[in-house]
Structures are given as C-alpha cells and as structure tokens.
C-alpha cells in the first residue's frame, strides 16, 4: 500500500486532510519540521503533503522551501516521496518556487477535499523520480535510441509534442526529457493528470478561479497555466479531456492567454505545452472523441514510445538488472529460468509493471537468488534455459543479451506471459490478452480496483477505462 505523509503545524488542516486521504493508503501525520527526517526514515512514504510555514505569522514559505531542499536532496541516498506542498491562496510565486525546487504539485489552503485526493493520486501514480539514473531513459534497442534521438532533436524547440504510447512506457519521462534538453529547464515543469481530475474541476485547474466563482471557489486560485509560467506544461492523459474542456484548452492555446473562472480578464501565459496519451491514435483521430483542431495543435510533432514488449529482451534484462540494483541493495541473482520467462512475458503494464516487480521480489524474496514466482507474475510454465545472469552491485551497466532464444509453442498460447508480438497476426490478440490481464488482475485482488490497478502497473483511471473497453 503507498504511504502518506502529511506534514502540517495545524492540527486540524492535518486531521481533514487525513480523512480525506485514508481510502489511498496508510496516512501519518506529523506537526513539526523536526520530525520529519525521522518520519521519512521510518515510513518512507510516496508522497509527502508539505505545509510551507511553521511560524505564526510567517508566509514567505521559507521553511517549506528549507524542508524541500533537504527531502530532494535524499534523492541521491534512498527512494524520496513524490512532495506536495501546500500554499495559502496568494502565494503563487511560492508555489512555482516551490515546483522549481523539485515539488510535484501544490495546493491552495483550502482546498476542496475532490481536488486534494485527485492531487495525490496523480502523484502516487508516478512518485519522485528513481534514485541513481534518476529520470534517465534506459534502453539500448534502435527504438529507444531512435526515441533519444528524436527527444534531443525537439527538446531544444519550442514545439509542442504530443507522446503517445502504452501506460507506463515512460511517457512521462519523455516529458521531463525534453523540458530538461529545452531552454525552459531553468523553469518549472508541472504535470497534470487529465485522468485523475474530476471533469468538474478541469477549467478552475488549468485556467485558475476566482474567489466565489462557484460553491467550493472559497478563495481565487492561479491555474496550472500561470502556475507553469516560464516552463513546462505536461497535460498528461490528453485523451480524457472532455469535448466542451477542449474547445477551452484550444483558445487558450491559439491566443496565449487564459481566463480564470469567474473573470472576465484574461491573462496571457508564456508556457511550452507537452501532452501525452495512451489512447490508441485511430481512436485520437475520431473526430467524435477529440477535436482536430485541438490536435493538430497539440501534434506538431508525435513521439511514439514502444512498449516493453518490442524493445526486445537485450532491454528488458537491462532494466530489470537497473531495477534489481536499486530496490535490493544487495547482490542478487535471478534464475535463468525466471530471466527467460522474463523477458518472454508480455508487461502489458510496460516498464512501471516491471519496475513494481523488481520492487516486489527485492521485498518478499526470501534468498538472494530470485525465481519467478518471487516477481509476483502469476503462474508461467518454464521456457528453455537461458545464459545465468545476475544483477550489478550498486547499478552499474545494466546491459544483457537475449538470454532466452526462444519461440513460444502453440501450447504457450494459452498462458500468462507469452510476448504478444508471437500471438497471430491482429491487434485482436493484443487486446484479448489485456482483457485477461485485467479479469486476472481484479480476480487476484479480489475486486479491488486500486490492488488490481496496481498489480498491472497502471493508474487507477487507466484501469477503470480498460474495464469500460472490455465491457467487464
Ligand atoms: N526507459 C525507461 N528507463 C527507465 N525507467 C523507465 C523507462 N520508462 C519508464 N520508466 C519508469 O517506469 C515508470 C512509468 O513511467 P512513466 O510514468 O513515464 O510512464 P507513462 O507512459 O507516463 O505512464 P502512464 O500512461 O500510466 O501515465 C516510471 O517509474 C519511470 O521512471
């Protein structure tokens, strides 16, 4: 289960924001600054819900800003919490201070209790970048070089980009990418998740409100569009926007400004916008589900990033000796029984399925040599032997031949984890498996969507619109 962490001075903002977020995992709370290294030590939460001041009185944030510093500088030494710091209404400027020094998101006291649990969700879904190659694209097939390639390419302009691919390919990290090679890097990146936000709150989110504008617009808030001032905007799940949000998303796009909720003055942004979706493009051109117009503003240029299963399994090893190193802080091995079935599975949940794995077997293996059952995979027959393989000490090169140089019989077919690209020759195979990917994934959860999403590596969101597709 992810952990919260809230750290708050003000016993009651602490408790209502505990209740509101206790259906996502184990809260903790804490009250003053000083606890806090001991608290993330101990808990190692994935998000931290930081207030920015801690004196009476005080406002500039400089605390929040302090304490900010000290938990991204644990980036380096142990998993760090994806961090969300909590501002008063006013204090735009602390909160991009706030994103540039590293936080995922902000929220204006007070807030809405929707909002608040779709700010978090959206940042348990993707946690602070990973220790050691933090944000780093791995992977050594012509895909991913090719995709590297196209990122230093665009990353310096001021085009917009679409990226398309699979949940948990690394679009997102694409993103960061290509803000960091951009000449915005010195400015904020802010990501927000089309899929996690209640289409109630979409346009007081992207374009700000204010005060009064409707029954929760308690004070006036800056939208992510000012908030991303001078950087990045990533409009993650872009295929969720509803019909009416994007005749709103284009204007503002075509005439550079946005008009808060409320208002009826419009302000001008100066921001590079990066979209992203897991919808498949036949589906992104219907012009019935998303507005041309819209995406011919969004495309001018379109990164597609593979899925897992057609890097080949030269980068699946790879990852997984990436991701073994970092999650055990041991020497381990893996059998090459279980490295075959590895690298022949299909990670329908693409890299984050696979990054979770690793997480998994580092926890729950009992020796230092994995098997499959340790990745928590469900049940595969073993394929042939492959070469004996083990994980680096400490990171290091994580390359890895095909260790595998197997084809699939005809009795693998029916089985858990055979690579789709060896199933037939349509799509229908593909989405056949990943609607028993998902049956199995709710079966072994026990109908639990969160569990279930979590086991296929993908959002909550993502999950529920696999169950709308399949019809389950
Ligand atoms: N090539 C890669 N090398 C190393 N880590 C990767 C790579 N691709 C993805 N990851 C990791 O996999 C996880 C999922 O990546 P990310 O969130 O960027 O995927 P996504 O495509 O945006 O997913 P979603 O569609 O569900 O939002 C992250 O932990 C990310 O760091």
Known sequence: ???ILILDDDPDVALAARLALRKLGPVAVRHAPAELPAALDDIAPDVLLLDMNFTPGASDGAAGLALLRDVMA????AAAPAVIVMTAYAEVELAVQALKGGAVDFLTKPWANERLVACVQAALARRAPAPGGAGELLGESAAMQSLRAQIAQVGASEA???????NGVGKELVA??????SPRAAGPLLAVDMGAL???????ELFGHRRGSFTDARESRPGRFVAAAGGTLFLDEIGNLPLPQQAKLLAALERREVTPLGSDRPVPVDVRVLAATNVAEAELFDARRFRPDLLYRLNTVVLRVPPLRERGAADIALLLRHYLAQFAQRPVEVTPDALAQLTAYGWPGNVRQLRQACERAALLARGPVFTWADFGLGGMAPPAQGVPWSAPRGGGDARGGDPTGTSPTRADLGRPGVRPEHLGSSGLDLQQREREAVQAALAQADGNISQAAKLLGVSRAALYRKLDKHGL
């Open 198 to 204: 209640p289409e109630a709150l979409v346009e007081s």
């Open 1 to 3: 289960m992810p952990g």
């Open 160 to 166: 917009s980009v679409l990226i398309l691919g699979e």
């Open 74 to 77: 644990r980036q380096g030494q």
């Open 176 to 181: 960061r990418a290509l803000h960091a090679a």
